[in-house]
């Protein structure tokens, strides 16, 4: 199914952007706090656009999988990498001789609405993640204690994927 992602993202623009900080200090029932750089010198790195990248050793299958199933659009490729818009920023998929899945989520998208979107990954055939110990519901989901909602799933390289409401 095309355009999963790109559909149930809720993608923030900078007038109502994401206030990581706050979204880490909040708790379950509580409101947000906002950050405050009072103190804090000037950011490096705060401003600059964000290169996300996920390793891959079969650049077609990944290309099949984040272009045809999840629906980003393809930027450019070559002999290093397949390159992809997530909603603004660049997803690089780096072609590698060896590669080791992580055992944690190397790669994660906000949703507005959770059940919708993991609804929509499982009609295009994408399995949610089970994890033993964790508390999820029929879809995959799990509460976190936070509040957030987060499901996870693997691409065709075994790297863990998320989505979160927050």
């Known amino acids: 199914m095309r355009d999963i992602l790109r559909r149930n993202s809720g993608a923030a623009t900078v007038a109502d952007s994401v206030d990581t900080i706050g979204m880490a200090r909040q708790t379950s029932g509580s409101t947000p706090q906002k950050a405050s750089l009072v103190g804090q010198r000037e950011s490096i790195l705060g401003p600059q656009e964000l290169v996300a990248f996920v390793a891959t050793r079969d650049p077609s299958r990944a290309k099949k999988f984040y272009r045809d199933t999840l629906g980003l659009p393809?930027?450019?490729?070559?002999?290093?990498?397949?390159?992809?818009?997530?909603?603004?920023?660049?997803?690089?998929?780096?072609?590698?001789?060896?590669?080791?899945?992580?055992?944690?989520?190397?790669?994660?998208?906000?949703?507005?609405?959770?059940?919708?979107?993991?609804?929509?990954?499982?009609?295009?055939?994408?399995?949610?993640?089970?994890?033993?110990?964790?508390?999820?519901?029929?879809?995959?989901?799990?509460?976190?204690?936070?509040?957030?909602?987060?499901?996870?799933?693997?691409?065709?390289?075994?790297?863990?994927?998320?989505?979160?409401?927050?």
């Open 74 to 166: 393809l930027v450019s490729e070559d002999e290093f990498a397949l390159v992809f818009d997530a909603t603004g920023a660049m997803l690089r998929v780096t072609l590698v001789q060896e590669l080791a899945a992580a055992k944690y989520t190397v790669l994660g998208w906000r949703v507005r609405n959770i059940v919708q979107t993991a609804k929509d990954l499982q009609k295009a055939h994408v399995t949610l993640e089970r994890y033993p110990g964790m508390h999820q519901d029929e879809l995959g989901i799990w509460n976190s204690p936070s509040g957030a909602r987060v499901a996870w799933f693997k691409d065709p390289d075994g790297n863990t994927l998320s989505i979160t409401q927050f």
